[in-house]
């Protein structure tokens, strides 16, 4: 049966440690090259990670690690998985049933495949009924991160949540009059556009890798494209912020304050997903390069460049 591989897309942001004493021992993560030995790295058992709710205990690790380079793009591939420990329930005995913790060797395990676009820095993350609204987020990050410094990287790796396309910025032209906009932006590698390079490059000379803004003006601020607001939007709109993106103002005759920016886009590719997710075993057939194409083209779809706008 051909099942859908639906997934969400996240920016890679790199996000430094906040200990000063990191800064003249160990190396900040900047390269394509270091993302991929960190990624590489997360993937041993030793990084696992234990989660104990009131009625389960599981477990999350990284495995089945992946790079290669095609003519299309440079990927790598992680798949990440929680393995159920014990979990507490209910079971049939002579009286009836009785609750109990159970567990099973090995244990049963759950998985969602993460596919890393190095040319754009995005992260295709399968979407799964299992894992797609848990933790896994916060469990990805705990391992890559005790890799990265394991490797002795002052760094790690952080993905947020790319909005649907031009989310923020239809949101922020919807207002007639804005008089707050709050957003934390973070520039590792941006892609830049026509709207944001200035922005960058202000960034960039100032020695900054995370801004946060908190513009006001009870008589509104600029809505103008070349002005800042609309720059940092724009950069928001990218994924290349920390959390949620605040607008605060008129819209329509009403105050209104609306936040955005959580919430991944979603793609879907017509594949089978168990062959997708075998990718590191299968990536040299015609097959499997004509699925690498098709994720990145759907990357491309859900979250176009600039260029590609200008095109279309």
């Keep these: 049966m051909n099942i859908n591989f639906n997934f969400d897309l996240y920016r890679i942001n790199i996000q430094d440690a906040d200990d000063f004493f990191y800064e003249k021992t160990m190396p900040r993560a ?12 997360s993937s041993q058992q030793k990084f696992d990670q234990p989660q104990e709710t009131r009625s389960a205990t599981y477990e999350w690790g990284i495995r ?15 798949l990440l998985a929680r393995s159920t420990i014990s ?32 040319q754009r820095h995005l992260v295709a993350v399968e979407h799964t009924g299992e894992l797609s609204q848990t933790a896994w987020k916060d469990f990805a990050e705990k391992i890559i991160g005790n890799a990265a410094l394991d490797l002795g990287f002052a760094s790690s790796i952080e993905l947020e949540p790319v909005p649907s396309e031009d989310e923020i910025i ?6 007639d009059r804005i008089v707050r906009l709050k957003l934390t932006l973070r520039i590792p590698n ?7 390079r200035s922005l960058f490059e202000d960034l960039k000379n100032s020695n900054l890798r995370e801004y946060t803004q908190d513009m006001k003006n009870p008589n509104g601020i600029s809505k103008d494209e070349n002005a800042r607001p609309f720059a940092s939007a724009s950069l928001a709109d990218q ?11 008129n819209r329509d005759g009403t105050f209104e304050k609306v936040r955005s920016g959580n919430i991944a886009a979603r793609g879907s590719i017509s594949k089978l997903k168990d062959f997708i997710r075998g990718l590191n ?10 699925i690498i194409a098709a994720i990145t083209a759907e990357i491309d779809r859900i979250h176009p460049k600039d260029e590609m706008k200008n095109e279309s």
């Design 30 to 41: 900047r390269t394509d090259e270091h993302i991929v030995k960190i990624l590489a790295e």
């Design 64 to 78: 089945a690690f992946y790079h290669t380079k095609t003519h299309q793009r440079e990927i790598a591939t992680i």
């Design 87 to 118: 979990k507490d329930g209910y079971i049939v005995t002579d009286e009836g049933l009785s609750p109990a913790s159970s567990s099973a060797f090995p244990p049963p395990a759950s998985g969602m495949l993460l596919i890393f676009d190095l």
């Design 170 to 175: 239809n949101l922020f032209k919807s207002f």
């Design 190 to 196: 941006p892609e830049l556009t026509r709207y944001t």
């Design 239 to 249: 994924g290349y912020k920390k959390g949620e993106v605040l607008i605060e103002g």
């Design 281 to 290: 075993a299968n990536t040299k057939t015609k097959e499997a390069q004509r």
